[in-house]
């Protein structure tokens, strides 16, 4: 995994998505001038400084391969989850944990076990905004990935959970 990341270069910001590096700048942090990545995430236009030493620390990362976009999707095509017990609120928390991670497999585990469940239950508000941000940082990244349309990695996930419906 490379850090030295380049103006222009696509990168993924855990929780906010993926970003594109729009500038290195130099600024004075707590005295000392320090070197900072300038990023603008794609899906927001939010902008966030993170300072070079510190983009592992914080869970920046590069996109995904396109040999790891397979194993993202057979990881959405899984179905041997275990049977869940847990209250929607500790459920909730263990997703939310996940997703902080930054990890785009931590993410589709996310989206394909609140998917299952939604076939088989209601989701709570809470899961469901969740299952949606899961759905939308997942889409962006893999659709960035393959180099294809979001809207031709929608239908490619809903069909797999079409199935699952089913």
């Known amino acids: 995994m490379k850090q030295a990341f380049t103006v222009g270069d696509k990168a993924v910001y855990p929780v906010h998505g993926v970003a594109e590096v729009v500038a290195l700048e130099q600024r004075d942090i707590g005295g000392s001038t320090t070197a900072v990545y300038i990023l603008k995430v794609i899906e927001t236009g939010l902008k966030i400084m993170v300072p070079t030493v510190n983009a592992g620390s914080v869970g920046l990362r590069d996109l995904i391969t396109s040999k790891q976009v397979k194993e993202v999707l057979s990881i959405l095509k899984s179905r041997d989850i275990p049977k869940d ?7 909730y928390r263990e997703y939310m944990e996940k997703i902080k991670t930054g990890s785009v497999f931590e993410i589709a585990e996310v989206m394909r076990d609140l998917s299952v ?50």
């Not at 017990?85 to 459920?91: E, K």
């Open 85 to 91: 017990t847990q209250t929607w609120n500790r459920r």
């Open 117 to 166: 469940l939604r076939a088989t239950k209601d989701l709570s508000f809470g899961e469901r905004k969740m299952l949606e941000t899961a759905r939308g940082l997942l889409v962006k990244e893999l659709a960035i990935a393959k180099g294809v349309g979001e809207d031709k990695i929608l239908a490619e996930v809903d069909a797999i959970f079409a199935v699952a419906a089913a």
